[in-house]
């Protein structure tokens, strides 16, 4: 699965921060369109299920996350570098929006989940924070923001967007170091704000789904921030085999 690239030669405000050039990628099978940075590349299926294979097999089995597509700045077949886009797409089901009219606070969601945010990420991952998160009526976005405390890279910041459809949800995650994080985050800004769903999987309200529990909204978001930590964990497990293995073979 692969995106497809069309070039846009834009200039723009965010010259400023190195972008002045826009390209469209296609995704999903062509049902979503989104703008990334011109010189970002895509990460290769082939790194994306070799992340993914190792990271299943360095935690028992128990993590199954998959991630369909990325970008990032460098164009490499290895290696975590910053900044960089992974992109989930998950087709477990509509999911009513009224779960998220009534966000619970960081607080709440942190008590509820017992702590056990920074309990399970393995030793590459100190500590998660909770930054913020709210939800985009109109578009029908939940934004989760969160920072990670990572025993190599240090504060790493990261910024979901899961964008509700009529399939489930299609979810971008963004990170960048927290010190270079202001610079980035109107890159990331740009690429959310440009993604746009078909009328095939574009979200359509319907009047029953306001009546919908808070219960509902607190385990969805608590799933949200709990996947954009374990993609990054994918990477940061993945170096060390790297690092220690050499380069990972195409196709495994």
């Not at 998950?90 to 929006?97: A, H, L, T």
């Not at 949200?224 to 990477?235: P, Q, R, S």
């Amino acid at each position: 699965m692969r995106a497809i690239l069309t070039t846009v030669l834009l200039v723009l405000p965010l010259a400023a921060f190195g972008v002045e050039h826009w390209q469209t990628v296609t995704v999903y099978d062509g049902l979503v369109t989104m703008e990334v940075p011109n010189e970002w590349t895509e990460i290769s299926p082939e790194l994306l299920d070799f992340f993914a294979i190792r990271a299943a097999e360095s935690s028992g089995g128990r993590s199954t996350e998959t991630y369909q597509y990325g970008f990032r700045r460098e164009a490499s077949d290895v290696g975590f570098n910053l900044p960089q886009v992974l992109i989930q797409i998950r087709e477990s089901g509509r999911i009513p929006y009224g779960q998220f009219l009534r966000l619970p606070s960081l607080a709440d969601v942190e008590a509820s989940n017992g702590g056990s945010f920074d309990d399970d990420q393995g030793p590459f991952i100190k500590g998660v924070q909770l930054d913020g998160l709210a939800f985009d009526v109109d578009r029908k976005i939940l934004l989760v923001e969160s920072t990670l405390d990572l025993s190599i890279e240090g504060l790493t910041g990261v910024r979901t967007a899961s964008f509700l459809t009529e399939r489930g949800l299609f979810i971008v995650h963004c990170y960048d170091q927290v010190a270079t994080m202001d610079m980035s985050a109107e890159i990331f800004d740009r690429i959310i704000q440009s993604v746009n769903l078909s009328d095939e999987v574009r979200y359509q309200p319907r009047w029953r789904d306001r009546w919908s529990s808070r219960h509902g909204a607190l385990l969805l978001f608590v799933l949200a921030a709990g996947a954009a930590v374990v993609a990054l964990m994918h990477w940061m497990r993945e170096r060390r085999v790297i690092e220690e293995v050499g380069t990972p073979p195409r196709g495994s």
